[in-house]
């Protein structure tokens, strides 16, 4: 299981050749980290790639963005993005904000 991103309140570790585990925080104070983990593992990962945010511990509205950011991304790469195990409070942002279908 490869990890990166553990110094900053939040990890991601390939579980599969295909997922991508996202543990910890996804919040304005581990957005950019967040995001540039997420580019450099995603420039690299199969065509179609599922992030597990089961082990999200709290995610605020710059985590979502951050999501947002690589969902679209994928898609204007042609490839397919999928958000798994989506946090209950995250989905609520989501819908608050007007995003939610955007989340897959």
Do not use: W, Y
């Not at 710059?62 to 999501?67: F, N, P």
């Not at 204007?76 to 995003?99: F, K, N």
């Amino acid at each position: 299981m490869s990890k990166s991103g553990s110094s900053c309140g939040f990890e991601l570790a390939a579980n599969s050749p295909d997922t991508l585990g996202v543990r910890g925080v996804l919040s304005f104070a581990t957005a950019a980290q967040v995001l540039h983990a997420l580019h450099a593992r995603l420039s690299t990962a199969a065509t179609t790639t599922t992030l597990d945010l089961s082990g999200v511990t709290h995610a605020d509205s710059a985590g979502l963005a951050c999501l947002l950011v690589v969902l679209g991304e994928a898609s204007v790469a042609g490839r397919e993005l999928h958000l798994a195990h989506i946090p209950d409070g995250m989905q609520v942002l989501a819908r608050v904000c007007g995003v939610e279908p955007l989340l897959g």
